[in-house]
Antibody, heavy 115, light 113 residues
Framework: EVQLVESGGGLVQPGGSLRLSCAAS????????MSWVRQAPGKGLEWVAN????????YYVDSVKGRFTISRDDAKNSLYLQMDSLRVEDTAVYYC????????WGQGALVTVSS | DVVMTQSPLSLPVTLGQPASISCRSS???????????LNWFQQRPGQSPRRLIY???NRDSGVPDRFSGSGSGTDFTLKISRVEAEDVGVYYC??????????FGQGTKLEIK
């Protein structure tokens, strides 16, 4: 059974940093593109970033470029999102998703950016 | 960037009645391989999104056959033949043609009238 479990969410002040993790199981993690998708409170879904299996290609939505970094550790079957220079508007639930047309999603991690 | 526009944004439906959601893209979603990468997701209250339909009309495993997807080019539709109480939630279309960047529609909230 495919499982994706996010962790690392929490409350952080504007300008601060946070690192999200996504632990994957039930499939060969190293074969798949993986993505982060976020959902601000009461709002819709927004693709944030994704990464090729070999790690050589990474893509970001314009609003997080230069502030967020996606990475992965295939030996640990884990995906990460390092979020720096956080803004109030980054407040959201962050989901990791297997990027075969987003067929599997985690339960999400809440990130709250507030003073 | 490709913009995905859904309508309506709110959809009150009587139990047992049909429902239809439209999704339009600002550019054709036909990829160079001939496939059209348009997916539909359901998000029930308090839950993560769940994929229902991929490549326009292919139902995911476990999705009831009352859900169907259709369309081509820039115009797509998700239909529910007879709405049940468990169908309450928000429905999103998403394009994957212009990968590796993906875009979602605004979402359509289905509620029981």
């Amino acid at each position: 059974e495919v499982q994706l479990v996010e962790s690392g969410g929490g409350l952080v002040q504007p300008g601060g940093s946070l690192r999200l993790s996504c632990a994957a199981s039930g499939f060969t993690f190293s074969n798949y593109w993986m993505s982060w998708v976020r959902q601000a409170p009461g709002k819709g879904l927004e693709w944030v970033a994704n990464m090729k299996p070999d790690g050589n290609e990474k893509y970001y939505v314009d609003s997080v470029k230069g502030r967020f970094t996606i990475s992965r550790d295939d030996a640990k079957n884990s995906l990460y999102l390092q979020m720096d220079s956080l803004r109030v508007e980054d407040t959201a639930v962050y989901y990791c998703a297997r990027t075969t047309a987003f067929d599997y999603w985690g339960q999400g991690a809440l990130v709250t950016v507030s003073s | 960037d490709v913009v995905m526009t859904q309508s309506p944004l709110s959809l009150p439906v009587t139990l047992g009645q049909p429902a239809s959601i439209s999704c339009r893209s600002s550019q054709s979603l036909v990829y160079s391989d001939g496939n059209t990468y348009l997916n539909w997701f359901q998000q029930r209250p308090g839950q993560s999104p769940r994929r229902l339909i991929y490549k326009v009309s292919n139902r995911d495993s476990g999705v009831p056959d009352r859900f169907s997807g259709s369309g081509s080019g820039t115009d797509f539709t998700l239909k529910i033949s007879r709405v049940e109480a468990e169908d309450v939630g928000v429905y999103y279309c998403m394009q994957g043609t212009y990968w590796p960047r993906y875009t979602f529609g605004q979402g359509t909230k289905l509620e029981i009238k």
